[in-house]
């Protein structure tokens, strides 16, 4: 079935690592986004890719970093700079950035918790 | 810049209540609306949407109408389910934006 991967779902990271969360998509979509998701702040943008080895910085971008070396793959780096990492981060595609306002449908993976010990 | 409200939660009704989640939003000119819905331990689903004014978006039961003049797409649905129970998500897109605006999200459980 088509859909989005995320892994892994859960993750223990120790203060000064950088740790990698795996986002692939097999819907055919143009664009990727990262999104951090905490109580009671709703979500909020890391980064996003309209097309293969192009992305741009979202709200809160600071202490991530992403690449995008293929269209199904969007993998989102949490650096040692994130000084509060600890948060569950989802993984979105859609059909291409400038029908999302037709459509406005993101598809969202499962999601991936990570945990700073 | 755009920016959506929500009520804020958590919010509790018994089976067969009547739901009302409030959304406003601030945006120039006409965005497009949107209701997500993440049930427990998922990513997030599109519910319903609205890509103009007076628009009614309607799914599952749910609907939202685009009131322009209030600035408002308010969540509702007649008579909720235990299975209802989620989080409810209201968010807007822009002209020339490529990505969505998401409200803080509105915690929902109905009780049986």
């Known amino acids: 079935d088509g859909g989005i991967t995320q892994s892994p779902k859960y993750l223990f990271r120790k203060e000064g690592q950088n740790v990698t969360l795996s986002c692939e998509q097999n819907?055919?979509?143009?664009?990727m986004y990262w999104y951090r998701q905490d109580p009671g702040q709703g979500l909020r943008l890391i980064y996003y890719s309209q097309i293969v080895n192009d992305f741009q910085k979202g709200d809160i971008a600071e202490g991530y970093s992403v690449s995008r070396e293929k269209k199904e793959s969007f993998p989102l780096t949490v650096t040692s700079a994130q000084k509060n990492p600890t948060a569950f981060y989802l993984c979105?595609?859609?059909?291409?950035?400038?029908?999302?306002?037709?459509?406005?449908?993101?598809?969202f993976g499962e999601g991936s918790r990570l945990t700073v010990l | 810049g755009n920016s959506v409200t929500q009520m804020e939660g958590p919010v509790t009704l018994s089976e067969e209540a009547f739901l009302t989640i409030n959304c406003t939003y601030t945006?120039?000119?006409?965005?497009?609306l949107f209701w997500y819905v993440q049930y427990p331990g998922e990513g997030l689903q599109l519910l319903l949407k609205?890509?103009?004014?007076?628009d009614k978006g309607s799914n599952k039961g749910f609907e939202a109408t685009y009131r322009k003049e209030t600035t408002s797409f308010h969540l509702e649905k007649g008579s909720v389910q235990v299975s209802d129970s989620a989080v409810y998500f209201c968010?807007?897109?822009?002209?020339?934006?490529?990505?969505?605006?998401f409200g803080s999200g509105t915690q929902l459980t109905v009780l049986p």
């Open positions: 979105a595609s859609s059909t291409r950035g400038t029908a999302l306002a037709n459509t406005g449908e993101l598809f």
């Open positions: 968010a807007l897109i822009h002209g020339s934006a490529r990505q969505l605006t």
């Open positions: 945006a120039t000119g006409y965005p497009s």
């Open positions: 819907l055919n979509h143009d664009a």
């Open positions: 609205a890509t103009k004014a007076d």
